[in-house]
């Protein structure tokens, strides 16, 4: 085998992949542009910055004292992506303005819409009716346009609560030791592995190995597909005889496959760089080490050249796409297994099911990778195993889809039978 | 030294045999044509001697290799199947096929444009594949053949599709790559195509072997001869079917081209047509190869209704 060629073959593959239309809008720009509008379209719906005050008719005579500093505080039950939405840059700005009880509201609300924007701009005007405190009857609050949905609620929420402030108060209670009293403790969940003791979110726990497993699972039908697609055009162009009078058909097979590796790499590169971002913006970039970075590599290596070996010998043997899936039918349901089982196996990484699973070729990589990402360490010999069992698999494959390629890629029309495609194997 | 060596090389698809115990040999440096019906077994021959296919039995040598694949580099090779990467541009797929022949050729891109201007596709570089109609696709497929100056070119049905001007200036060419000494192998079921440019002809019929001469032999020989006649009037006709010697009337124009059948003496011929019919003109021409091939097929196909 001439590597000469193999390598000539396989640049062609990587480039005409890589510059093809298709492939940079939907595989490379499409997660760019999702990564772009999560990043950016929160800053461009955030409302223009505001300041200025609140002006409160409080005539129930008590709220005011405990509305004052929780207006200053009003961002402070917010989120980060909330706080950064809203139009208040800095909370700690807005004013209380306490108005006579005799004022006419109407009068009050009216000057919100008259104002200039700028601090001395009125941004809302809350009423407390008298009975407020007693009964429970609703408080109005006037808002100007200016003031966003987020900052509209939060102060509403606020006012709220300075009403039972004043009520407890009322009562001679002292309403932050109710409140003390009454706030719900969070857990924190330690796992204790053999490793040590690590503090990570059940969420976490579970959902991190079936992001990575479909992550692989993604990028590996991704370049499967597109080895197929380019094989079912050089079959349906009629370009493969005056291919295989320069190469051997083991030399276009490796080079297409060895093409289709280094695009699926880049796939993957660039789908665990944006992880990587999200993770350290979720502030959990402990999750994706280096390590598990490489050994999703390794893994994703293995996985494809056995679907790449089956997606040859496949499209070997179709003039069309159509064809093609109507065979792939069975290898896909196979392979799609760990999908299935990923809630099982992501609960119990140590059970029989998933050890045994880890070295079934060809969903072995999928399993172990899901395996890698859980909390508990997985015995390096296993991991090892684990290689060295989808290797040997995907030799078997590449061995078995050179005899079928060989035979299939210079046929035309109808699919032969299985059947006759295994005794291709013999020849 | 021989460029083509084929002994007894058989293959055969399901219950269809479709080369049958062929041997051939192809000089070094001559112009070999490949003649045949349709699905007479060309294709799969030169598929073979290209190693595209496996011959289920029977020796091939090429070039001195066992197998093609052992001197893919000094091979050209024309597919039948015209076949190009439809998105791919022209001067892309030419380097493309050059590199997988192993040219490394600096001067790659300045090759592969002077070989675009002789075929008359000027501009054709910068391209999209699919943008070219598909004589000039053609065309862009004899110059993948050629780039890497190979020893040997296969080339089938070369002049198939192309419009008399194209397929004047790719004749010009092959013959061109015949006179820098190439080896040259073409099929065609185009007998006139194989007189014109041959040294050489071999002729399969269902796989088998039914002729392998070479030209000159073939118009040195007294086999095959015909005769024009002119008659006067046309009166005769008849008589001239109802000759023993005379396999078949043709008309040609204005007159009629007699048959003869093997072994029959011209002179004799000439004497007995005299006699049969008012004769304005005769002369003695040679059978043109498609005439010697449909009786040699008519032979393969029912022995002993003729010869």
Redesign the interface.
Same mark, same amino acid.
């Given at each position: 085998m001439s590597v000469?060629?193999v390598l000539?073959?396989a640049l062609?593959e990587l480039v005409?992949t890589v510059t093809?239309r298709g492939f940079v809008i939907g595989v490379l720009l499409m997660p760019l542009l999702i990564a772009g509008v999560i990043a950016f379209i929160p800053r461009l719906i955030r409302m223009p910055s505001v300041s200025g005050s609140i002006a409160l008719v409080d005539r129930s005579g008590a709220v005011a004292p405990h509305l004052v500093p929780r207006v200053r505080d009003v961002m402070a039950d917010l989120g980060p992506i909330s706080r950064r939405r809203s139009s208040i840059a800095d909370p700690t700005s807005l004013r209380v303005d306490v108005l006579p009880e005799g004022v006419d509201v109407a009068v009050e609300t009216a000057r919100m819409v008259a104002a200039a924007p700028g601090p001395d701009a009125r941004l809302a005007v809350a009423v407390i009716p008298e009975t407020s405190l007693d009964d429970g009857t609703p408080f109005d609050l006037y808002t100007s346009s200016r003031l966003d949905i987020v900052l509209q609620s939060a102060l509403a929420e606020q006012i709220a609560e300075a009403i039972v402030d004043a009520r407890l108060e009322r009562s001679g209670i002292d309403a932050a030791r109710i409140r003390t009293l009454v706030k719900r403790p969070q857990s924190v969940t330690r796992t204790v592995t053999a490793a040590g003791t690590e503090e990570i979110a059940e969420l976490t726990r579970i959902l991190m190995p079936f992001a990575f497993m479909m992550l692989l699972w993604a990028v590996t039908f991704t370049a499967g597909q597109l080895l197929l697609t380019t094989l079912v055009?050089?079959k349906s162009?009629?370009?493969?005889? /005056?291919?295989?009078?320069? /190469?051997?058909p083991l030399e276009l097979l490796t080079g297409k496959i060895l093409g289709n590796v280094c695009v699926g790499l880049i796939v993957l590169a660039v789908y665990l760089g944006l992880g990587a971002g999200a993770l350290s913006a979720l502030r959990l970039p402990h999750v994706l080490s280096s390590g598990m970075a490489l050994l999703l590599c390794a893994f994703f290596v293995v996985a494809f050249l056995f679907l790449a070996a089956i997606m040859a010998a496949v499209g070997s043997v179709v003039d069309d796409l159509r064809s093609a899936q109507s065979l792939l039918s069975p290898i896909l349901v196979l392979m799609s297994t760990p999908l299935l089982l990923w809630l099982p196996i992501a609960r119990e990484p140590s059970s029989t099911l998933a050890v045994v699973l880890s070295f079934v070729p060809p969903i072995g990589p999928f399993v172990t990778v899901l395996r890698l990402a859980s909390p508990e360490p997985l015995p390096v010999w296993q991991i090892a195993l684990s290689l060295v069992v989808g290797a040997a698999s995907v030799v078997v494959a590449i061995w078995t889809s050179a005899k079928v390629f060989r035979v299939g890629v210079?046929l035309y029309g109808k699919p032969p039978p299985l059947r006759t495609m295994l005794s291709w194997l013999t020849? | 030294m021989e460029a083509v060596v084929l002994e007894r090389v058989s293959k055969s698809f399901g219950d269809a045999r479709a080369v049958d115990a062929l041997d051939l040999v192809v000089p070094t440096g001559q112009i070999a044509g490949f003649i045949g019906p349709n699905g007479a077994g060309k294709t799969t021959t030169m598929r073979m001697i290209l190693s595209i296919l496996v011959p289920d039995s029977g020796a091939l040598r090429v070039l001195g290799q066992p197998r093609a694949t052992d001197c893919q580099d000094r091979i050209g090779y024309l597919p039948e199947e015209r076949g190009l990467y439809k998105k791919m541009r022209v001067g892309a797929f030419l380097a493309y096929m050059a590199r997988l022949k192993g040219v490394r050729d600096k001067d790659l891109r300045g090759n592969i444009e002077r070989w675009l201007a002789r075929l008359e596709l000027e501009g054709a570089y910068g391209k999209r594949c699919e943008e070219l109609s598909k004589g000039m696709q053609q065309k862009v497929q004899f110059a993948a053949a050629v780039l890497h100056e190979p020893d040997l070119l296969v080339l089938d049905e070369p002049f198939s599709g192309l419009d008399p001007v194209s397929g004047s200036v790719l004749r010009e060419l092959v013959l061109e790559q015949h006179r820098a000494g190439r080896t040259i192998l073409f099929s065609t079921h185009r007998m006139q195509e194989a007189q014109q440019l041959c040294d050489h002809v071999f002729m399969i019929h269902h796989g088998k072997k039914v002729l392998d001469t070479s030209c000159a032999a073939l118009e040195a020989s007294g086999d095959g001869r015909a005769i024009l006649v002119e008659l006067e009037g046309d009166a005769g006709v008849e008589a001239l079917e109802r000759l023993p010697a005379v396999e078949n009337v043709a008309r040609a124009g204005r007159a009629l081209r007699l048959a003869l059948r093997e072994g029959a003496d011209p002179a004799a011929v000439i004497r007995e047509i005299a006699a049969a019919a008012r004769v304005r003109r005769v002369e003695v021409v040679r059978a043109s190869l498609e005439e010697i091939f449909l009786r040699l097929a008519r032979t393969a196909d029912h022995p002993g209704s003729d010869a």
């Open positions: 000469r060629k000539v073959v062609r005409a093809a055009e050089e162009q009629r370009v493969m005889e /005056v291919l295989l009078s320069a /190469v051997s210079l020849r | -």
